[in-house]
């Protein structure tokens, strides 16, 4: 159920947002469904930065929080009791929350976020689409309440920057990004294993089934289409995880050349789940739309049937169409 | 041949380096061999710099320049003329000129460079080891210079700074790095079209190579060491080029657990030319020093002969010997 902006809802300024917290006790941090480092890093940074004024805060998340990012939950407790505030970091709308944290959905007292979608569901909210991730405005609002900038705080930041930025490789990095990057550095961010376990390191499992995945990579219209896929059977050969399958899907339209780049990773049922990524000039969410999916301009899935082959011919078709209409055009 | 440090080299502030570039005239600035984005993006900014000054001047580079590149060398021309003053850029030893520009070996004026390994060959030498990149020094040189810092040079000095950390993540990335990356921003380098080319665009030879690459990985000492090798045929039936070689070093590091990342790349001589990547536990240039090679403590090379089984037993050896000190330790 979305909740509409009640008329009472307002922005705040990062001063009026820290002075909320601080004069606040027994605080809830919310995270998204589905966490990843910003939301984890922020909330994370927020409570160290929180139990520093004495504060008891507690972070809660509907998913279990990755292995990977162990380093920035060291020392952090997640006691249980009732929130007298609510806080959501990085939560664009309530409905992120997921059902386990649903009932706190209505109940969100402050909200710090960079998403220019923000549904401003929050009483208060600090919404900052300029900044790359949430952890670049927790910056400021640790600055603001004379927190303690620690190693571990310094990692907590910095690691929402690497990971909402793609390792600073999306147009979202500013100069602000990296000078707060900067600072981390100063204050101790360990950036190069936040980087290698983020973005480098790779299972022997997910070594597996990239090899199996690019042995299936055809490529069809001049290169400028290329298609792979994953059958159930390459994955349990490969003992491939779904954390290990991350990003498989962007590996067709890394190919140089490459415009629409697909994906067809088959089901319990048999069927493919197809993504479909593309450059500037194609928008993926039309060509998937065809078949009663969606998704956004450079990054959409539908679901196709007919084996491999009839499902690489159903989705070629479609990519043809958009070619030849690109040649009409 | 290798020339050996006269006595009358001599380590120069930026400032002398400044005074004797523009006391000059009819400079030429020297890239490495198979030459990467710092050496010529060194080369590019300090050519502009120059040219603001009104200098003739010209990039030598025994390899031809990556289409990759060309954002860097918009304008940029290649003159040919006898030079009154050379200058050296990103290059740790004369050897690395290669054969067609060897004839500049013993007549280096000045020398810019971050490695630590560099043998002092020039005249004259900016030599700054913790520097991440030349591009990092170039930075101050330019400044120096009083040279404006245009969107162009920014592209060039934003360059060097990410292809020689790896996207910012090698340990060589410092907070200094960052700043200067910052400051680069503001002067309107483009950093995400930089690098979307440096680091996520995969020509379709290097697909096919990194297929072949990945076939030939092998593990080692409980999966902490990783072994790759890549011969000339290999080469050949990928259709891969200098280019399309580049960073295929990095892979068997990436795997998860692995502490000691080899690659072995057959040369025309049927040696092989050995990459060692290694995290922070282990110094890569020591173990090629043992072969006459050498690096920086994380990524280091030498030459080995035997065949791949042959030079695969002598760096594995030279491998056992880590982890047993490792263990002793
Ligand atoms: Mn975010
Ligand atoms: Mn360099």
Chains 1, 2 share one sequence.
Do not use: W
């Not at 939950?73 to 664009?92: L, N």
């Not at 402050?110 to 405005?137: F, M, W």
């Not at 990057?181 to 360990?190: I, L």
């Amino acid at each position: 159920m979305r909740e509409t902006m009640s008329p009472e809802n307002k922005s705040v300024s990062l001063h009026d947002a820290v002075k909320l917290l601080l004069e606040a006790d027994d605080i809830y941090l919310l995270c998204h469904q589905y966490p990843d480092g910003d939301t984890l890093g922020s909330a994370a940074a927020l409570y160290l930065g929180l139990r520093q004024k004495g504060k008891r805060v507690s972070i809660r998340c509907g998913d279990p929080i990755p292995q990977k990012y162990d380093y920035m939950f060291e020392g952090i407790e997640f006691p249980d009791f009732e929130p007298q505030f609510i806080c959501a970091v990085d939560i664009a709308d309530p409905q992120l929350l997921g059902q386990r944290l649903s009932p706190y959905a209505q109940r969100v007292d402050l909200c710090i976020d960079h998403h220019g979608s923000n549904t401003k569901y929050a009483r208060q909210y600090v919404i900052r689409p300029e900044a790359a991730s949430t952890t670049e405005i927790m910056y400021d609002l640790l600055f603001t309440m004379e927190a303690e900038i620690t190693s571990q705080i310094a990692d907590c930041i910095y690691t929402g920057i690497t990971t909402d930025t793609g390792c600073f490789r999306y147009t979202n990095a500013t100069s602000r990004t990296y000078i707060v990057a900067a600072h981390m550095m100063d204050k101790g961010a360990d950036a190069a294993m936040i980087n290698r376990v983020m973005f480098d390191t790779k299972s022997r499992a997910r070594l597996e089934i990239e090899r199996r995945v690019l042995d299936t990579m055809s490529f069809y219209f001049g290169g400028k289409c290329a298609v792979a896929y994953v059958t159930r059977e390459m994955v349990r050969q490969s003992g491939a995880n779904d954390e290990d399958m991350d990003g498989i899907a962007a590996l067709p339209r890394q190919v140089e050349g490459v415009e629409i780049g697909v994906t067809m990773r088959e089901k319990e049922d048999g069927s493919f789940k197809i993504s479909v990524r593309t450059g500037p000039k194609v928008n993926a969410s039309k060509i998937c739309a065809e078949f009663g999916g969606g998704g956004h301009p450079g990054a959409a899935g539908c679901v196709l049937t007919g084996g491999v082959t009839g499902a690489k011919h159903q989705i070629l078709s479609a990519v043809q169409k958009v070619f030849e209409k690109q040649e009409n055009s």
